[in-house]
């Protein structure tokens, strides 16, 4: 614990608290450094490369290359270890989806006459990063690419509910009284089993439903119909549009994963 200095006390010595903050981030960037050296003519690391290149004494570099291939970046060969090859896949998918997912929603936006968004997850919610907006009407209701939805969102909804890791959701629902992750957290196994979140914004007149985009390990995005209530209700579940939104997550799903 900090003693009334502000410094880290340990059994050994006193250690002060911005040192050790000097000496993490050091560390971060050296193990980015080692895992840059990655090219076509370099598969695998040595500590004689990564020495050679970097500078560090070979001790050190021996040392960061089994920290590394503990923590799952590098291999028992020191190649690229399992959590590269998981990223890799994670941002290949999202890639893959970029690509083939404007003309699916554009498809959807015409044959519903509603706006298509498409989000990630980001830190706090989903992350709108594609929007299709509907062609015809009188009102045309949108959001900004680049907008984090509110966790009650539905795309937030749908992210969340199928989050493989428990941690992102316990982390994104702390802020919530116990109260309100009960309901929200009942709310995701509603959509686990429909494979449908709508929105519970609070705001009249207007709503979203969302549907998840699956990758070859985990759901990669939320597809989502935004409307009013006239043209979206909860009520209509098996209503032409939202078999229409369904579809479409499928067909995505399908074509990002071989």
Do not use: C
Request: no cysteine; proline share 5%; glycine share 8%.
């Amino acid at each position: 614990m900090p003693d009334a200095t502000g410094e880290l006390a340990t059994t050994d010595e006193v250690v002060p608290l911005v040192d050790v903050d000097k000496g993490a981030i050091q560390s971060v960037e050296r193990a980015a450094m080692i895992l840059s050296l990655f090219d076509r003519t370099t598969p695998s690391l040595s500590p004689v490369i990564v020495s050679e290149r970097l500078g560090l004494n070979r001790t050190t570099a021996h040392r960061y290359l089994q920290s590394l291939q503990g923590s799952g970046f590098l291999d028992s060969g020191y190649g690229p270890g399992p959590l590269l090859d998981q990223l890799a896949a994670f941002i290949s998918g999202r890639q893959q989806i970029l690509t083939v997912a404007p003309p699916l929603m554009r498809q959807l936006s015409d044959s519903t006459g509603l706006t298509v968004v498409l989000s990630f997850l980001g830190r706090t919610g989903a992350v709108v990063t594609l929007v299709e907006e509907a062609a015809t009407g009188a009102v045309v209701l949108t959001v900004r690419v680049g907008t984090v939805l509110e966790l009650k969102a539905a795309q937030s909804r749908v992210l969340l509910a199928f989050q493989s890791d428990p941690a992102v959701v316990i982390r994104m629902h702390a802020a919530l009284d116990p109260q309100e992750m009960r309901r929200e957290r009942d709310e995701l196994a509603t959509v686990r089993r429909d494979r449908l979140a709508w929105a519970d914004l609070g705001r009249i007149g207007l709503a979203s439903v969302a549907a998840p985009v699956f990758g070859v390990r985990d759901i990669q995005a939320a597809v989502a119909l935004i409307g009013t209530t006239a043209t979206l209700s909860p009520d209509e579940r098996s209503g032409r549009r939202v078999q229409l939104l369904r579809e479409a997550a499928e067909k995505l799903s399908a074509l990002v994963t071989p």
